[in-house]
């Protein structure tokens, strides 16, 4: 009997044994999980604290602000100073398509996708785009594809390998086509480069997209039909990371042409480092959903002057005038100068240093004497 009960008394020893030994064992693995947890959440506080002072509270990672990226790419687009993956992308061959702002029109497609945009009166102080786009990348949709005017193809001539979209135009605009020989494709003579929409009635429903224009690349190219000579007219403008605005910056500013309906309201975003543009108080959105945003906006100073009795204008677009550029928050003061249609639109700052660019898409606002300027801090 006594054999038992001392038998019975080592079991139940036993199995404390081994219940304290789990209790450490399972005490010991949650120590280990909490260490590692701490050191894992630990690392990204310190890690972004270090960015925050660094980066004067930007809050940002720094390789993208001191352009570590942008060095390490091997190869950049004149056209906007885009990182591309092989030589030959450096200068592509471009497109520009007149794009309408009507608001039968809205929204429109494609806009998002345009490298450079020039926004500029027409009749009675409405707006049209003029947006220009590289061969090679993917546009399923743009438009709708309005007539062309006369200024706006000063700004397409300094451009090397490219070709004109448009739907008809002024009197003044065909001329000038004709006049300067320029790869051209008018919608009413080349209509299978384009499409009508059955959802919008005309004449706000003319489109194009990538695949067709590509194809009147393939059909019309001929290297003889451009002066090769001058392909170093887009490294006029010059793209560089800078650090995001810390002080004095301007969050936001309105460009007035006729208001309400033909005003764009620029916000900048400090998470993006982008400006996003609203019309009628509302986020300018694609017809695809997508927002239309902007690495540099700038604005130049033009005169204009009604010709006729349907309000077709002449506009200042050689000589010089004054200039804002805002980017990555900050609004800076400039000067723009353009001697011939041929040559690249040049833009200076008050010391008459070059003014350079964020890399990415760029809008030109053309603001006349009818329009304004406001901001707001």
């Not at 001058?230 to 460009?255: G, I, P, S």
């Amino acid at each position: 009997m006594k054999k038992i009960i001392l038998g019975y008394i080592s079991k139940i020893k036993d199995k404390k044994i081994n219940e304290i030994s789990f209790l450490y064992i399972l005490a010991g693995i949650i120590f280990i999980v909490a260490l590692g947890l701490i050191g894992f959440f630990g690392y990204g506080y310190f890690k972004n604290k270090i960015r925050s002072v660094e980066g004067e509270g930007t809050g940002l990672d720094l390789s993208v602000q001191t352009g570590a990226e942008n060095k390490a790419c091997k190869f950049k687009r004149l056209l906007d100073g885009v990182c591309v993956d092989s030589q030959e992308k450096i200068n592509p061959k471009l497109v520009a398509v007149m794009i309408e702002n009507h608001p039968d029109a809205r929204p429109q497609s494609g806009l998002s996708q345009a490298s450079i945009v020039y926004e500029a009166p027409v009749e009675a102080n409405y707006t049209r785009f003029m947006a220009i786009y590289p061969l090679g990348e993917e546009v399923l949709k743009v438009g709708p594809v309005r007539s062309a005017r006369p200024y706006y193809l000063d700004w397409f001539m300094e451009h090397d390998m490219i070709m004109y979209m448009h739907c008809g135009g002024s009197p003044d605009a065909l001329e000038k086509i004709a006049t300067y020989d320029l790869f051209d494709l008018n919608e009413f003579y080349r209509g299978w480069y384009y499409w009508r929409s059955e959802d919008r009635s005309a004449p706000h429903n003319v489109y194009t997209s990538s695949k067709l224009w590509d194809a009147a690349w393939e059909d019309y190219f001929t290297s003889d039909d451009f002066n090769t000579s001058t392909l170093q007219h887009d490294t006029d403008w010059k793209f560089e990371e800078r650090e995001q605005c810390t002080e004095n910056c301007v969050e936001e500013f309105t460009v007035s042409f006729l208001p309400p309906t033909y005003e764009a309201t620029w916000q900048f975003n400090t998470s993006t480092d982008k400006y996003e543009r609203y019309q009628m108080g509302y986020p300018h959105i694609d017809k695809d959903g997508s927002l239309i945003e902007a690495d540099n906006v700038v604005v130049i100073y033009v005169e204009t002057e009604v010709l006729d009795s349907i309000g077709r204008i002449s506009m200042q677009t050689l000589g010089e005038g004054e200039a804002i550029v805002f980017r990555d928050g900050y609004m800076i003061p400039a000067q723009w100068y353009k001697g011939s249609e041929q040559e690249k639109l040049q833009l200076k700052d008050v010391d008459f240093h070059d003014m350079i660019f964020k890399p990415g898409k760029t809008w030109i606002e053309v603001v006349n004497q009818l329009g304004k300027v406001e901001t707001t801090n």
